[in-house]
């Protein structure tokens, strides 16, 4: 779709779901593990020595090569018993519901690699494998507290009851960590923000600070935890849009407000590398409005490219969804330093096309720092 780019005003600049939180916090530890790890072998590959849960309120067990990890889980998720693999178990459901089953274990080494551990839970949920050219795309790459964190989010093939997981891979301490929460894929849906905003608390336990989420602040995403090599970007907020949390994938979020009840979302990502280049997310974004991907060659006609103070700037605009209920998308891409900046807002195509002014004042006022 060609666009009509308004000239705006201009201000100086303050992509995957809101996270929400949950009004009751529990914490849980992992102490420093005393004990060696068993060697892997048929007689010791179940290691020995890790009791669970002693009452609800408390855990022990340990890191495994290094200090442990600590984070707080929702006071909704129940733990259980945790078994001889696991670091916790917890099960994560709602009232009438079949539950979901949380599950944090770690293990010495890279176990294999992220190609291997994610081909693993494909295999889990009868996914076929996918090679390592397909791994970049598969995978987001989360800065959280000075821990790398490897996330996927996988839905199984069953027709009648498919499954979906959220797992996420973190190396530390000389041993990889798995966060996982498997279970039915409209319960997993329903609880994914809580478990984004779960991974935001995980930290190292030698860490004095609490383990809490950190939001990103209004109007500039260099308090936002930052990606690896790469310094964060400014901008300006219109003033009547509504800064909320950041999650574990969004550096800052925004809540719009239109007419007769009417909202849309606005959201800043970034991950480092082209993240599979122009075209790969611009087709990612249509497919989010049920819209058909567009060739190469039909590139150009559907984006627009600008400077803004010494920033690469691709815009499109994009409209689709159901006919009664049209659904609009301003997006804007960035790269910077090593890294690729999103910005997105969707909603109602009529609140969206109200708001492009504005979008396009906050686009205008975007800045390295």
């Known amino acids: 779709m060609p666009l009509r780019w308004f000239s705006v005003p201009i201000a100086t600049f303050a992509l995957f779901s809101t996270a929400c939180r949950d009004?009751?916090?529990?914490?849980?530890?992992?102490?420093?593990?005393?004990d060696s790890p068993a060697p892997a072998s048929p007689s010791t590959a179940t290691p020995a020595g890790m009791p669970g849960f002693q009452n609800p309120g408390a855990i022990t067990g340990a890191g495994i090569d290094g200090d442990g990890l600590a984070w707080t889980a929702p006071a909704d998720w129940k733990p259980k018993v945790a078994s001889a693999m696991r670091k916790a178990s917890y099960t994560v459901g709602e009232e009438g519901t079949s539950g979901g089953d949380f599950a944090i274990t770690a293990f010495p080494g890279d176990v294999g690699g992220d190609l291997a551990n994610v081909n693993r839970w494909r295999g889990q949920l009868q996914l076929p494998p996918i090679i390592e050219a397909e791994l970049?795309?598969?995978?987001?790459?989360?800065?959280?507290?000075?821990?790398?964190?490897?996330?996927?989010d996988l839905v199984g093939t069953a027709a009648e009851k498919p499954q979906r997981l959220l797992g996420a891979i973190v190396p530390h301490g000389g041993a990889t960590w798995f966060f996982k929460l498997t279970g039915p894929e409209a319960l997993v849906a329903r609880k994914k923000p809580a478990y984004l905003e779960f991974l935001r608390t995980v930290k190292p336990a030698s860490d004095p600070s609490p383990a809490s989420s950190v939001p990103a602040s209004a109007g500039t995403a260099a308090s936002a935890p930052e990606q690896a090599d790469h310094l964060g970007l400014k901008w300006t907020a219109p003033a009547h849009w509504v800064s909320k949390p950041a999650s574990a994938m969004r550096r800052a979020t925004y809540a719009v407000s239109g007419e007769n009840g009417a909202s849309a979302d606005f959201s800043v990502t970034a991950f480092p590398g082209a993240v599979g280049g122009e075209l790969a997310n611009i087709n990612r974004w249509?497919?989010?409005l049920a819209l058909p991907p567009l060739t190469e060659s039909e590139l150009p006609a559907a984006t627009e490219h600008l400077t803004v103070n010494g920033l690469s700037v691709m815009l499109v605009e994009l409209t689709g969804g159901p006919a009664d209920k049209p659904q609009g998308m301003l997006g804007a891409i960035v790269p910077s330093d090593g890294s690729n900046w999103f910005f997105k807002l969707t909603g109602p195509a009529a609140l969206v096309a109200k708001e492009?002014?504005?979008?396009?004042?906050?686009?205008?006022?975007?800045?390295a720092p």
């Open 23 to 34: 009004s009751k916090i529990a914490t849980y530890r992992i102490p420093k593990e005393n």
């Open 286 to 288: 249509r497919g989010q």
């Open 356 to 367: 492009k002014p504005s979008f396009l004042s906050l686009i205008q006022s975007l800045k």
């Open 136 to 152: 970049a795309s598969a995978i987001t790459l989360v800065e959280v507290g000075g821990l790398t964190m490897h996330v996927v």
